[in-house]
């Protein structure tokens, strides 16, 4: 029985690797809400520290709820049942977007919404893969088992950056959709996240229960998983500014840092230090600069940065493969630091 006055929530799942452009597609996707409904977002980090939230509720005409730490698709499944539940619960919206962290694994976050006790709440949409076009002929990028994973999960697939593609790329896109002709119903070239949100509202595609484990199996894992929680709970909470952690999960290690809006930064030196670092795959922060405040989104092969409103303090966070000089970083951070 739904214990919601309203009927079931229309949800989209936004997903896609890292620096895909599935914030951007949101983006788009919020500014096409009718002034009489109200729009969720639930939006998740791989990181402790969230960027992209701090970027959306600078529209105010939408809710946006933020889970921090981890995937929401394959860690455990409370923390994300009870923020879903207390965002529809208290705010009752018309539609929600569930975007995943770029590490995560869309199906297995389609198998949590999908079971019985969430059908009469969420009336799922086909799951939207957001691919960078302009990467397609990148084998490096294309062959890792997460992307390869997000793809599969797709009902639609939206190419972002299809305006920097070359003929390499398109032919790859052709390459696609030959093998995944049967599972992607729709294909949409996007610039700057630009698509219709008529394109995407479309319903869910029955998909067939997985088979589960022995229930001793099952067993087994809570366990292991009730047993990382703990040890999670056993760290030292984050009380004030400033602050800096690192993590590894996965095989990828994050570090963040967040500092006082006080403090304010050269820009041109801030970005030259941004663009100097090496060996990693996300860097997104929004910083207080001498320029005004900015926000940066960068993946390997693009440096994304523009104005934006005051945010509540200059953070950063970055993503890579392997572990790295985290304090050598953290110096030069700090000498781009006005007086």
Not at 5 to 16: D, Q
Not at 50 to 66: I, M, P, R, S
Request: proline residues 4%; negative net charge; hydrophobic residues 40%.
């Amino acid at each position: 029985m739904n214990v919601f006055s309203k009927p079931a929530v229309r949800t989209h799942i936004i997903s896609g690797f890292l620096g895909a452009g599935k914030t951007t597609l949101l983006q788009h996707l919020l500014s096409q809400k009718p002034e009489h409904e109200v729009w969720a977002v639930l939006m998740n980090e791989f990181g402790q520290i969230g960027v992209d939230q701090q970027l959306l509720t600078q529209e105010a005409n939408f809710v946006v709820k933020e889970l921090l730490g981890g995937c929401l698709c394959c860690s455990s499944q409370l923390p994300m049942q009870l923020a879903l539940s207390r965002l529809i619960h208290e705010h009752q919206p018309d539609r929600l977007f569930i975007e995943p962290t770029g590490l995560g694994h869309p199906a297995q976050l389609l198998d949590q919404l999908t079971e019985p006790y969430w059908q009469p709440t969420l009336q799922l949409q086909a799951l939207v893969t957001v691919i960078d076009g302009s990467r397609l002929n990148d084998a490096a990028w294309t062959s890792q088992r997460l992307y390869q994973d997000q793809l599969k999960a797709a009902q639609i697939v939206v190419v972002s950056h299809h305006d920097h593609m070359h003929q390499a790329d398109f032919q790859a896109l052709d390459d696609l959709k030959a093998d995944y002709l049967a599972k992607i119903s729709r294909w949409i070239l996007a610039e700057q996240g630009q698509v219709a949100l008529a394109e995407i509202d479309h319903a869910l595609r029955p998909i067939n229960r997985k088979i589960q484990p022995l229930i001793y199996l099952q067993k087994q894992s809570q366990a292991n998983t009730a047993l990382q929680q703990t040890t999670s709970e056993q760290a030292q909470p984050i009380l004030q500014l400033p602050y800096h952690y690192t993590e590894s999960a996965q095989g990828y290690a994050v570090a963040g840092w967040r500092l006082s809006k006080r403090k304010q930064f050269d820009f041109y030196a801030l970005l030259d230090l941004l663009t100097e670092q090496q060996d990693w795959l996300r860097i997104k922060a929004i910083f207080n600069t001498n320029q005004g405040w900015h926000s940066f989104n960068f993946n390997p092969d693009r440096f994304n940065y523009q104005s934006c409103a005051e945010n509540i303090d200059n953070r950063i966070e970055i993503i890579g493969h392997t572990a790295w000089d985290c304090a050598s970083f953290e110096l030069a951070l700090l000498k781009c630091q006005l007086d």
